[in-house]
């Protein structure tokens, strides 16, 4: 019976606010709150479902996902064999006239190229994955936390395209030359497919995951783990960390490293100037409604 009795009086309000008598910047103001504080009172039953209802609603969003990566890996398993000649070409490219990639392996003809075919789905499914992990969890935030959200949903996704792309068509071809470059000159370079297809996947995804360090510096820097001046004070030992990351997860080459390490010092750099931007905006839209009140 109170929740009915606070349901009407709300309504009141509401028809009250929605009156063109109301002249008075207090009574708009006070329509508004009671709007924002019916529809913050619309989630309050996502907190009390119990754990089996998300669980099954979890299930809903992963089947959704896996029939999304399984639709686009049948579009695409009759180009497996296509798909990892475009991915090899930069190795064949760098290769000697008399050298050729081998398989050391009978089944690795067949699934080299299934296994990059399920990458591949699961790469260009990642906008709708991403979508349903959204759907998940848009209705237990609020308006102020969806406002923040969907924009980094968006950078994260180009972002992490931006990173593979840049490790295919600029950092793949260093390193394969510098590899080849070096080898001894009675040793043919002859590369087994597997071994090269998880080179490169674990060099996409380090480079795709490296390019979401501004994503990653904004949210630690709004959610008040760690400030700008606290950043600016470790440049120093940040740069040092981003080489020794880079060291340690690359090939052990000097030009993947500097080809990964510099980049995740500019996206640092990149991530600390937006941060910079949004703390300098908030002061001034508080300020002017203290004004406005």
Not at 4 to 11: A, E, G, V, Y
Not at 47 to 75: N, Q, Y
Not at 113 to 125: G, S, Y
Not at 155 to 179: D, E, H, N, P
Request: hydrophobic share 55%; aromatic share 10%.
């Amino acid at each position: 019976m109170q929740l009915l009795k606070r349901k009407k009086s709300r309504q009141e309000k509401l028809t009250h606010s929605d009156n063109p008598a109301l002249d008075t910047t207090e009574d708009i103001d006070a329509a508004k709150n009671v709007q924002n504080d019916s529809a913050e009172e619309a989630l309050s039953p996502l907190g009390d479902m119990p754990i089996t209802e998300h669980l099954i609603e979890l299930r809903r969003h992963l089947i959704k996902i896996c029939v999304a990566v399984l639709i686009i890996f049948l579009a695409l398993v009759g180009y497996s064999r296509e798909l990892y000649n475009f991915l090899s070409d930069p190795l064949v490219a760098q290769l000697p006239a008399n050298s050729t990639m081998i398989a050391t392996d009978i089944t690795s003809n067949f699934m080299a190229p299934i296994r990059l075919t399920v990458f591949v789905a699961a790469f260009l499914a990642m906008p709708y994955i991403l979508y349903q992990i959204w759907s998940f969890v848009a209705p237990g935030l609020y308006k102020k936390e969806k406002r923040i959200a969907i924009p980094v949903l968006l950078s994260s996704i180009f972002l992490f395209y931006a990173g593979v792309a840049f490790s295919y068509f600029i950092v793949l071809k260093g390193v394969l030359k510098f590899f080849i470059l070096f080898a001894p000159q009675n040793v043919l370079p002859m590369t087994d497919i597997d071994s090269y297809l998880s080179f490169a996947l674990k060099l996409f995804m380090v480079f795709g995951l490296t390019f979401e360090i501004p994503v990653v510096t904004l949210l630690l820097i709004l959610a008040g783990i760690v400030s700008i001046q606290s950043l600016e004070e470790k440049r120093r030992y940040i740069i040092v960390g981003c080489f020794a990351v880079a060291a340690v997860v690359t090939p052990p080459d000097g030009v993947s490293m500097l080809m990964l390490a510099i980049p995740m010092w500019l996206l640092f750099e990149l991530g600390l100037f937006l941060a910079k931007i949004l703390i300098k905006e908030e002061p001034s839209t508080d300020l002017i409604s203290t004004v406005k009140e």
